[in-house]
């Protein structure tokens, strides 16, 4: 029986401040990178010097998702500054199969991640080779944003699916308006990792709210 992870997001968090942030969410496994390109989404946040420099500072699992365009530009470059985990997004990539071996062959594990309006069979050929699967639950480019529930039915889909393939490690992600409320149906539905943002960030206690959601769900999945 494996536990819940919570990973953090640092896209709300103070960037002048960032040594000071990331200490204070230490008892969280991962670390989430939001990398955003004013193209993919309409908002820009930064570059692979600030996961360089943030891998200096943690031993966290770094897991950067990737809200760009023409990703293959870039993924050596965040694998040079230290990331884990690198996350690109299915609608940005036209070869996803190659993306998905390029992040794999530089050592680093490999997620895809989809928009809500994206369907899940859009990864039915490529989830035998993931390492993780991210499914968004709000529009990607802002934190604070409402969990669209319809994305229980793919989170479902991709447990499903990974029992039938045997793919008893693969990571099932979940991004976008995570919070007390709506982790316990997001665990129930078989994910693994639960990215949270203004949940985390927002709160007064931010261990104890990194404690609540990663067992809210009775920790089992
Ligand atoms: O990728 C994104 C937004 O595009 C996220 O990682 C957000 O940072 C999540 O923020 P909350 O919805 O948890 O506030
Ligand atoms: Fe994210």
Redesign the pocket.
């Known amino acids: 029986m494996t536990g819940v992870k919570v990973a953090p997001?640092i896209l709300t968090a103070d960037f002048t401040r960032i040594k000071e942030e990331i200490n204070s969410i230490q008892d969280a496994e991962w670390l989430?990178i939001?990398v955003m390109d004013g193209h993919f989404v309409p908002n820009i946040t930064f570059g692979p010097k600030m996961v360089a420099d943030i891998r200096k500072w943690t031993d966290q699992v770094l897991d950067v998702?990737l809200m760009i365009e023409n990703p293959d530009q870039f993924i050596p470059e965040f694998a040079k500054a230290g990331a884990d985990y690198i996350t690109v997004h299915q609608e940005a990539s036209v070869h996803l199969h190659r993306t998905v071996y390029m992040i794999k062959n530089l050592g680093l594990k490999a997620g895809v991640a989809l928009n809500p309006a994206t369907p899940v069979m859009a990864l039915e050929h490529i989830l035998p080779d993931l390492d993780l699967v991210l499914i968004m639950s709000v529009n990607?480019g802002f934190g604070g944003q409402s969990f669209i529930p319809a994305s229980l039915k793919k989170i479902r889909w991709v447990r499903e699916r990974a029992l039938e393939l045997g793919l008893t490690d693969l990571e099932i992600q979940v991004?976008g308006g995570v919070n007390l409320k709506t982790a316990p149906g997001i665990i129930k539905a078989g994910a693994t990792i639960l990215?949270a943002g203004s949940a985390v960030i927002g709160a007064s206690d931010r261990a104890k709210a990194i404690a609540q959601l990663r067992y809210c769900g009775g920790n089992l999945v």
């Open positions: 997001s989430h939001d998702h990607p991004d990215v």
